[in-house]
């Protein structure tokens, strides 16, 4: 359990770090997030958490357009990247 917990905590810090600033209208920008996981699903269910929190703790209350994801399998887990445009 505490494998889990400190996987969350890192998955969180990492989609914070990945939140870019790129404003394509003055109400609008994308963000990014990574999530790990042991599956390719574990994976982006932790990343779109990630996008979720960052959403909420920057204010923008709804996702506009569709997420896209990059992931990438490793030895032991799955990364993916993941990228959303935000709008208040």
């Known amino acids: 359990m505490n ?3 400190r996987l969350a905590a890192l998955t ?3 989609g914070t770090i990945a939140a870019a600033t ?3 209208s003055a109400a609008c920008k994308q963000i990014g997030a990574v999530g790990t996981g ?3 699903d574990l ?3 932790m990343a779109d958490a990630a996008l979720k929190n ?3 703790a920057q204010g923008y209350s709804k996702a506009s357009g569709t997420t ?3 992931c990438e399998t490793g030895m032991i887990a799955t990364d993916c990247h993941a990228r959303q445009k935000v709008c208040q």
């Open 43 to 45: 994976a982006k269910f």
């Open 3 to 5: 494998r889990i917990a």
């Open 12 to 14: 969180l810090a990492l």
């Open 68 to 70: 896209t994801y990059k």
């Open 38 to 40: 042991v599956t390719t």
């Open 54 to 56: 960052i959403r909420e």
């Open 22 to 24: 790129t404003p394509a």
